[in-house]
């Protein structure tokens, strides 16, 4: 540690470099990481509200939500623990505000899933043709009491609540009433809904042309959420290997360097374990004064971020993204341990 | 009793045509209180020779014992233990670790081996003897290559180490410090009793050595018997 120490203090500059190049890569890995999560919140956070394990769906909907529709003998009956949810897409349009995608979930107020909302401001849908909507709208300038249309239906809708981070597919979600449901999706007889939601998991529906899946089952096969979730992982962990060769080639030829001096050590003798012990602790202080400032950073730009950027910033898993990075460069500093252990205390005497 | 011998010690480099036999059935004994001085030109093998006194180099064949004891006979930590505590180099290229300062360089002695080194006071009166007290606060690299081979002097001289090998302690220095280095070295010897081995080309040191060698070609011989002090 001393050496360590009293090497990082001469040679500020060189190390702020190492430093500053871990800073870099921390701070994109933490981001990265921010984004990739944030994303697959969008993706799940209303399914995950509700609190559901098992979904009950038509076979044929290729375990889509919005493919899906269940007759009444398909639902068949519903325990306390159960609740018929309907689906559809919409594009909500009001004057002087932007058109906005959402899904509109349509459900009964005698069920679960209602009656667990847990709403921010306002109430609970009462009538019909009022909604609980996520709090996007409020970032579009919706207000309580706001009106707008959807998709064809020339009856306007009016918010009556708010609820946060009510997100499918990373479309804000508008709550309904089971009855707007069918009337945006134009049914009159037929389906009474698109799923049946259990908070049960040994919950199973084996009526024709029904099937129960689980939670994760339908959430993997959300459009694109595999995919993106696939494609966060795979940069992370690319930029986890770019980062280990980097800093290992930073560290090897910090190390290098120093071999001469570390040979006068060693014919002084100095043990080699107090080399490996400076070389280690230096790559350990320098890595770990890189990520504190990368986090620092996260946390400045978790603070300054727009509310619309999908970022979440789960301290469980940066902190493991952290100790992954350390591990990384740990494996990277202990490579040039091999030549400081073999460094020739010979070579310097003569001249 | 002898502080270290060297017994028919051969030091061959490379093989077949590269073949280079640096070192020709030395002998070779160093005792406490004695300040002795190898001369010879260069490339005659004399730091070779000091690289196997100090147990960095294991010789082509013969031994050298330390305190009674061959490096054969101890293990590599054995050997650094006995490098830190018993013997002090002087460099030839005087390295200094270029990121400590020069007080830092003694630090550094008390961390590794917190006990056993120079009182406070005797370091004082050896930077003072050396002229080099004011330099605490200065890294190497910000000092003259004569004032860093003071440092390096004071840096083997530190851990107190019963036997002293000097690889040209006096290449970069004028008359004057020479004269002060010499003195050192000497009051080394006969003051702390200490086996003091001084390899060089610089005929300046000659008057002071209490024996003389000679080394030519590999092959050491004593030159002059041994004077009286
Ligand atoms: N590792 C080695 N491999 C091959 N030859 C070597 C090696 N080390 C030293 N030599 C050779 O051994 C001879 C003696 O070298 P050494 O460094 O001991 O000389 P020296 O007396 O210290 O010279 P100088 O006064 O210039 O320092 C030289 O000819 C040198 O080329
Ligand atoms: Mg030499």
Redesign the pocket.
Known sequence: MFLALKEIKKEKFRSGLIVAMIVLIGYLIFILTSLALGLAQQNTDAINSWDAKQITLNSNANVDMRQSFLTKKQVGHLSRQEALIGETSVVAKAKSHKQLSAVFLGLNNNQFVYQNLNLVDGHRVTNSHELVVDTAFKQEGYKLGSQFKLNGDNHKYTIVGFIKNAKLNIAPVVYGQMNDWKSLRAITVGPVGSAVVSRDASYKNNANGAKTYTKQQVVDKLPGYQAQNSTFILMIGFLMVISLIIIAVFLYILTMQKLPNYAVLRAQGVPSKVLVGATISQSVLLVVSGLIVATLFTVITAWIIPANVPMAFDIPVLGGVGVGLLVMAMIGGLIPIKSVVSVDP?SV??? | MSSFSVKNVN?I??TGT?E?H??HDVNFEAEPSTLSLIM????????????IVGGL?TPTSGTVEVNGLSYNERSKKERDALRLDSIGFVL?AYHLLPYLTVADQFKLVDKIKPQGNLSREALTDVLETLGIKDLLNKYPGELSGGQQQRVAIARALYPDPAIILA??PTAALDSARVAIIVKLLKDLAVKHHKAVVV???DGRLVDSADRLYE?KD?YLTKSTPEVSR
Request: proline share 3%; net charge negative; hydrophobic share 40%.
């Open positions: 010979v005497i003569g001249g | 030091q480099f490379g590269a280079v640096v070192l010879g030109p260069s490339g005659s093998g004399k730091s070779t020779f000091l690289s180099l030839q690889d040209e390899v060089t080309h080394m590999g």
